[in-house]
């Protein structure tokens, strides 16, 4: 695996064998193809790429073209136990919507970002006026996919507002092992290049919550193991 994607390794630690997984963005397959490799989970994927679906489909996955603005409303309501969004929120025209909709079709949901509050990226706008590159940004802005980018803290707060429940965090880096975080520090907002985030809803419609269906663990462990 590259250095690049730390995210994955997570995310392989966090999925629960045999779950139901959607990865949403999922490219060529690589992590679909590793978690039902190493986790056996019951896995489909959404991509936008015509190319990328076709190489998903010649790993034999389970993937259908669409985008996520767009084709997440055609999923049953809790139709997966995880829905993955690694390092695409910031590529969707609507964050707001795309968020809700991973917790209306999944019980939890994993999210990963480049974090544009990261101290290097503040250097670089206020030293040099220019648009940042970095490891988690590495492209110019001529180039880029990402029309949203926010902050951890911007992602904190939109939690809030919608009623998601911050179960872990972590900080990345490339090259180094994930960090486990207080998404809501000042400090980890300006030391996080990026971030990754396991996310539930407080609440369910019939009630309940996401631990009430499974013995108690604490999220991080699961994270970050």
């Not at 730390?6 to 999922?26: A, K, Q």
Request: charged share 25%; with cysteine.
């Amino acid at each position: 695996m590259s250095g690049g994607r730390e995210d994955f390794r997570e995310i392989l630690r966090l999925v629960r064998p045999g779950t139901r997984v959607l990865d949403i963005g999922c490219g060529e397959g690589v992590l679909l193809e590793m978690m039902a490799q190493e986790k056996n989970i019951d896995g489909r994927g959404l991509e936008i790429s015509p190319s990328g679906v076709a190489a998903c489909l010649t790993r034999g996955l389970a993937v259908v073209q669409g985008d996520a603005d767009r084709d997440l409303a055609d999923f049953p309501t809790q139709a997966f136990d995880y829905a993955v969004l690694s390092q695409t929120l910031q590529a969707v025209r609507e964050p707001r919507r795309v968020l809700e909709e991973l917790l209306r079709i999944a019980e939890r949901a994993v999210v990963s970002f480049p974090n544009f509050g990261h101290w290097r990226v503040r250097w670089a706008l206020l030293a040099g006026g220019r648009m940042p590159m970095t490891g988690s940004l590495p492209t110019p802005w001529y180039e880029t996919q990402n029309i949203h980018l926010c902050t951890v803290g911007d992602f904190v707060d939109l939690c809030d507002e919608l009623g998601v429940e911050i179960e872990a965090a972590g900080a990345m880096a490339e090259g180094q092992p994930v960090r486990e975080i207080n998404p809501r520090s000042y400090v980890e907002n300006l030391r996080a290049e990026s971030a990754i985030f396991l996310l539930s809803r407080r609440t369910r419609t019939d009630g309940s919550t996401p631990d009430d269906r499974r013995p108690a663990k604490r999220a991080s462990d699961d994270l970050f193991g």
